[in-house]
Protein backbone atom coordinates (compact mmCIF):
# COMPACT_ATOMS: atom_id res chain seq x y z
CA UNK A 1 0.00 0.00 0.00
CA UNK A 2 1.46 3.24 -1.10
CA UNK A 3 1.78 6.11 1.93
CA UNK A 4 -1.05 8.00 1.80
CA UNK A 5 0.58 10.60 4.40
CA UNK A 6 0.29 14.41 3.40
CA UNK A 7 3.20 16.33 4.03
CA UNK A 8 2.36 18.89 7.31
CA UNK A 9 3.91 22.03 5.30
CA UNK A 10 3.10 24.02 8.77
CA UNK A 11 6.04 21.55 10.65
CA UNK A 12 8.23 21.33 7.32
CA UNK A 13 8.57 25.20 7.06
CA UNK A 14 9.44 25.21 11.27
CA UNK A 15 12.14 22.59 10.69
CA UNK A 16 13.63 25.38 8.00
CA UNK A 17 13.06 28.03 10.09
CA UNK A 18 15.11 25.69 12.74
CA UNK A 19 18.09 24.78 9.87
CA UNK A 20 18.38 28.40 9.44
CA UNK A 21 18.63 29.62 13.16
CA UNK A 22 20.76 26.86 13.98
CA UNK A 23 23.34 27.39 10.93
CA UNK A 24 23.46 31.25 11.87
CA UNK A 25 23.77 30.77 15.42
CA UNK A 26 26.72 27.84 15.09
CA UNK A 27 28.17 30.82 12.65
CA UNK A 28 28.16 33.31 15.57
CA UNK A 29 29.54 30.82 18.06
CA UNK A 30 32.45 30.15 15.58
CA UNK A 31 33.07 33.55 15.17
CA UNK A 32 33.00 34.17 18.89
CA UNK A 33 35.46 31.08 19.43
CA UNK A 34 37.61 32.44 16.65
CA UNK A 35 37.70 35.99 17.24
CA UNK A 36 36.48 36.73 21.18
CA UNK A 37 34.10 38.85 19.75
CA UNK A 38 30.02 38.38 18.88
CA UNK A 39 29.47 38.01 15.28
CA UNK A 40 28.00 41.52 15.54
CA UNK A 41 30.88 43.08 16.56
CA UNK A 42 32.56 41.74 14.06
CA UNK A 43 30.55 42.42 11.47
CA UNK A 44 30.91 46.23 12.90
CA UNK A 45 34.55 45.99 12.90
CA UNK A 46 34.67 44.71 8.78
CA UNK A 47 32.64 48.05 8.29
CA UNK A 48 35.25 50.10 9.47
CA UNK A 49 37.78 48.04 7.60
CA UNK A 50 36.02 48.11 4.44
CA UNK A 51 34.89 51.56 4.79
CA UNK A 52 37.12 53.55 6.53
CA UNK A 53 36.53 56.38 9.79
CA UNK A 54 32.44 56.20 9.77
CA UNK A 55 29.85 57.97 12.19
CA UNK A 56 27.62 56.25 15.01
CA UNK A 57 24.83 57.12 12.10
CA UNK A 58 25.83 55.86 9.43
CA UNK A 59 27.64 52.28 10.78
CA UNK A 60 24.32 51.79 13.02
CA UNK A 61 22.54 52.34 8.95
CA UNK A 62 24.94 50.25 7.49
CA UNK A 63 23.92 47.41 10.46
CA UNK A 64 20.07 47.99 10.60
CA UNK A 65 20.68 47.92 14.42
CA UNK A 66 19.38 51.10 16.83
CA UNK A 67 21.87 53.74 18.11
CA UNK A 68 21.60 52.41 21.46
CA UNK A 69 22.56 49.13 20.70
CA UNK A 70 25.52 50.21 18.31
CA UNK A 71 26.71 52.90 21.30
CA UNK A 72 26.84 49.52 23.43
CA UNK A 73 28.74 47.67 20.68
CA UNK A 74 31.23 50.59 20.09
CA UNK A 75 32.23 50.78 24.21
CA UNK A 76 32.95 47.18 24.41
CA UNK A 77 34.94 47.05 21.26
CA UNK A 78 36.62 50.49 22.03
CA UNK A 79 37.58 48.83 25.85
CA UNK A 80 38.82 46.17 24.51
CA UNK A 81 41.54 48.36 21.86
CA UNK A 82 39.49 47.35 18.38
CA UNK A 83 38.01 50.78 17.68
CA UNK A 84 38.93 54.30 18.00
CA UNK A 85 36.81 57.96 18.22
CA UNK A 86 38.56 60.53 16.34
CA UNK A 87 37.61 63.92 15.13
CA UNK A 88 37.35 64.90 11.55
CA UNK A 89 40.04 66.63 9.79
CA UNK A 90 37.84 68.90 7.87
CA UNK A 91 35.06 69.65 10.66
CA UNK A 92 35.89 69.08 14.32
CA UNK A 93 32.57 68.68 15.11
CA UNK A 94 32.41 65.50 13.55
CA UNK A 95 33.43 62.64 15.46
CA UNK A 96 33.83 59.30 13.61
CA UNK A 97 34.62 55.67 14.10
CA UNK A 98 38.04 54.34 13.30
CA UNK A 99 39.62 50.52 13.31
CA UNK A 100 42.67 50.66 15.31
CA UNK A 101 45.85 48.40 14.34
CA UNK A 102 44.51 45.77 17.15
CA UNK A 103 41.34 45.73 15.47
CA UNK A 104 42.10 45.25 12.20
CA UNK A 105 44.71 42.65 13.09
CA UNK A 106 41.77 40.78 14.95
CA UNK A 107 39.65 41.08 11.68
CA UNK A 108 42.61 39.79 9.64
CA UNK A 109 42.08 36.37 10.81
CA UNK A 110 38.23 35.78 10.29
CA UNK A 111 37.79 34.04 7.18
CA UNK A 112 34.15 33.98 6.87
CA UNK A 113 30.96 35.90 5.62
CA UNK A 114 32.24 39.73 6.23
CA UNK A 115 28.59 41.12 7.04
CA UNK A 116 27.73 37.95 9.15
CA UNK A 117 26.26 34.74 7.64
CA UNK A 118 22.55 35.40 7.43
CA UNK A 119 23.14 39.09 5.17
CA UNK A 120 25.29 37.61 3.35
CA UNK A 121 23.72 34.56 2.46
CA UNK A 122 20.40 36.57 1.80
CA UNK A 123 22.40 39.02 -0.18
CA UNK A 124 22.79 36.20 -2.65
CA UNK A 125 19.32 35.59 -3.27
CA UNK A 126 17.93 37.02 -6.69
CA UNK A 127 15.19 40.57 -6.11
CA UNK A 128 12.76 37.80 -7.09
CA UNK A 129 13.34 35.46 -4.47
CA UNK A 130 14.10 38.31 -1.91
CA UNK A 131 10.89 39.99 -2.77
CA UNK A 132 8.73 36.14 -2.46
CA UNK A 133 10.39 35.84 0.67
CA UNK A 134 9.78 39.06 2.33
CA UNK A 135 6.00 39.08 1.25
CA UNK A 136 5.55 35.34 2.54
CA UNK A 137 7.71 36.50 6.04
CA UNK A 138 5.29 39.63 6.49
CA UNK A 139 2.16 37.43 6.02
CA UNK A 140 3.75 35.34 8.82
CA UNK A 141 3.98 38.48 11.31
CA UNK A 142 0.98 39.73 10.49
CA UNK A 143 -0.51 36.02 11.23
CA UNK A 144 1.58 36.50 14.55
CA UNK A 145 0.28 40.10 15.74
CA UNK A 146 4.14 41.01 16.82
CA UNK A 147 5.58 44.27 16.67
CA UNK A 148 7.92 44.47 14.13
CA UNK A 149 9.32 47.92 14.75
CA UNK A 150 10.75 46.92 18.39
CA UNK A 151 12.39 43.52 17.11
CA UNK A 152 13.63 44.94 12.97
CA UNK A 153 16.15 46.84 14.67
CA UNK A 154 17.86 44.42 16.80
CA UNK A 155 20.52 42.17 16.03
CA UNK A 156 19.84 38.07 17.20
CA UNK A 157 20.24 37.35 20.57
CA UNK A 158 23.50 35.03 19.53
CA UNK A 159 25.10 37.66 17.42
CA UNK A 160 25.65 40.45 20.37
Known sequence: MADTKVPNAPLDVLKQFRV???????HSADIEKLLGISGAQAWLLVELRDNGPLKAGELAA???????TLSNMLL???ELGYLLRQRNARDMRIVEVVL???GRELISKADY???GWLPEALSRLSSQQLDELSTALCS???VMQVDTQTAANSPLP???
Do not use: C, N, Y
Not at 20 to 26: G, I, K, L
Not at 62 to 68: N, T
Open 100 to 102: SDT
Open 62 to 68: RMSIKPA
Open 113 to 115: APR
Open 20 to 26: VFRAAQQ
Open 76 to 78: RLE
Open 158 to 160: FTE
Open 140 to 142: LLS
